[in-house]
DNA sequence: CTCAAGCTTGACGTTAACGTAAAGGTAAAC
DNA sequence: GTTTACCTTTACGTTAACGTCAAGCTTGAG
């Protein structure tokens, strides 16, 4: 009854989930992010390449490189014995805490900005119309 | 009674602030987002530079490429007078402002995982200390 | 059988954003 | 007058993150 096989993805149905190329993937495979499995040739994907993968784009969004997130998916995996290890990953999760704060403020900023510039450009196009 | 000077800068002192190299200084005039005017050989850097230099660097922190914040400031100064140009700028500021939106919504996720790893560390350094 | 669709592994090309010398002008300090 | 500290231009080097062929396996449809 209990159900054991688990959810498979091909590469081009994640590069569809995602929006990213199939060569974008590869890449990330390259970089040691991504390990899937495989059918002959072909690569399988599994659940945690599915995860994985978001998180990776995510992080890209957020300005996170590569290394950086493979650096932390790393931690977080090989870290649980490595108490130099789990410290280093603590200093590196505070520094990106910092620069989430500090983009937060930034993204605010430019909101603002944003709203006014857009509100210059409405006041100059009713003056064009009122020409 | 009325003062007309106007502050100035050189580039270093702008470098200094701003914590980038004078290299990249230059660099973004090349890219036609810095103009600063001339003492003889050597550059200098007014109000408007700095606040210029300060938005793309802001820019730069929330992922927004060189090209992409000349280009805001470039239609922001010379659009006034062209509806197209106007209509093309708010179309870009929209574009600009649903990236600002995904990524606040990507720091929010991010911060909420760096907050688990960050308990899962804690958690496993206690245990290796109570060993 | 063959043919198109999708997979594979190379491997070279590209763009952005500077880094990094190299080679020299200038100006205040000693 | 010669170091020292900045400034300049020119130009090649570098890294990240893929893009873009090329050349070939494989597999289900007709």
Redesign the pocket.
């Known amino acids: 009854m209990t159900e054991t096989t688990t959810k498979t993805y091909?590469?081009?149905?994640l590069a569809k989930e995602f929006n990213?190329?199939?060569?974008?993937i590869?890449?990330y495979e390259d970089?040691g992010i991504l390990s899937p499995s495989r059918d002959?040739?072909?690569?399988i994907y599994g659940p945690r390449d599915r995860i994985l993968l978001k998180l990776t784009l995510r992080g890209?969004r957020i300005g996170f490189?590569?290394?950086e997130s493979q650096k932390l998916f790393d931690m977080y995996q090989h870290g649980e014995d490595n108490k130099d290890q789990l410290n280093t990953m603590l200093a590196t999760l505070d520094e990106k805490d910092a620069l989430l704060a500090q983009q937060k403020l930034d993204i605010e900023e430019m909101e603002a900005e944003l709203q006014a510039a857009r509100e210059r450009c409405l006041t100059a196009i009713k003056k064009i119309d009122n020409t």
């Open positions: 091909t590469i081009s149905e990213v190329t199939t060569r974008a590869r890449f970089k002959g040739q072909k690569r890209k490189t590569l290394a």
